[in-house]
């Protein structure tokens, strides 16, 4: 099992976008308990380490991931074919789903959540069918930064649900009494292009971290300062093949004493320390590592984008 996750993170991290345009219908997330005109939430499953929520799109009902590393919406072919191939347009993408094979895009006129409703949203279209085999799931597509940007996006491994309460231009919640706990605590981050940036800190040494709800592991550059790897406990090596069935080898461990403030720490993590010389192409900006699953076990966290900012939320004593 290890070794097919770490097969889908290398697969999905490496492979080549060519998009197309085209219009859509809606997307209804049946499931969504929605508590106003700006507020809902959503209940979500973990299938391994990944986010997933049910939705209904062109009369399909399905799974969707959720991916803060992509930047669209992103549709399986195999359950949306490429019958839109009208109106084709080239387009750049980026995001941890970055480069896979031959894919399509369309526009979607109108993203529905029940109450809520975003219009002209890009949907990239690609063969995603290698995510349902590993998985075992009926995936219709994965859900990005174009999407949740518009919205505080409240991530809650403790009741397996995620909040999306409407902002306005500048982050404020237009619904002033979302949550019924105590933010705690807060960090600044960085958006680069739709790339949540943290800086972090081990052992005196500062880093640049990638959030993404959709990395099942974290991971680790292997060109960091080696200062930040005596903190890093190796368990095991595997060898692992790629996208293209090249070999590559991963060390699996603990990583230890990341700091992201003065008062937000987290470890020891699951970690891969890995050769990522393409981080910049698929996140769109250099970075040392990612932060995924891992970081938001410990975290109870809400996302702004608008503000730029990371809230957190305890864990209920005795259940972290």
């Known amino acids: 099992m290890l070794k097919t996750k770490i097969i889908l993170i290398l697969f999905l991290s490496f492979i080549n976008k060519t998009v197309f345009a085209n219009e859509i219908n809606k997307l209804v997330f049946p499931k969504a308990e929605i508590l106003n005109k700006y507020t809902a939430r959503i209940p979500f499953k973990l299938i391994d380490h990944l986010i997933v929520v049910e939705a209904n799109l062109l009369n399909k009902k399905g799974n969707f991931i959720i991916d803060t590393g992509s930047q669209n919406l992103i549709l399986n072919k195999v359950h949306f074919p490429s ?16 480069s896979l094979d031959n894919p399509l895009q369309k526009k979607i006129s109108e993203f529905n959540l029940l109450h809520f409703s975003l219009k002209d949203k890009n949907s990239d279209i690609i063969d995603l069918s290698h995510i349902e085999k590993i ?3 009926h995936l219709l597509g994965i859900i990005g930064y174009s999407i949740l940007k518009d919205y505080e996006i409240f991530i809650d491994l ?26 705690v605590d807060s960090i600044n981050f960085n958006l680069k292009k739709h790339t949540i940036v943290v800086n972090g800190v081990i052992n005196n040494q500062k880093l640049k971290l990638g959030l993404d709800t959709a990395a099942e592991f974290n991971q680790i550059n292997k060109s960091v300062n080696k200062k930040v790897l005596k903190h890093f406990v190796p368990k095991k090596r595997i060898n692992l093949a790629g996208a293209s069935n090249k070999q590559v080898e991963v060390l699996a461990g603990n990583l230890h004493r990341l700091k992201l403030s003065e008062t937000v720490y987290l ?10 010389p393409k981080m910049h192409e698929v996140f769109g900006v250099q970075l040392d590592g990612i932060l995924g699953y891992e970081f938001f076990k410990y975290k109870r966290t809400i996302i702004n984008y608008q503000k730029e900012k990371l809230y957190f939320i305890n864990y209920p004593l005795n259940n972290q």
Do not use: A, C, S, W
């Not at 019958?83 to 970055?98: M, P, S």
């Not at 409407?166 to 979302?178: E, I, R, S």
């Not at 470890?267 to 990522?276: A, D, E, Q, S, Y």
């Open 135 to 137: 998985k075992k799931m």
């Open 83 to 98: 019958q839109y191939e009208h109106n084709k347009k080239r387009v750049e993408t980026t995001g941890v789903l970055n």
């Open 267 to 276: 470890g020891p993590m699951k970690t891969f320390l890995i050769n990522l």
């Open 158 to 183: 403790y009741l397996n649900q995620i909040t999306l309460t409407k902002v306005d231009k500048n982050g404020n919640k237009l619904d002033p009494k979302v949550y019924l706990e105590e933010i």
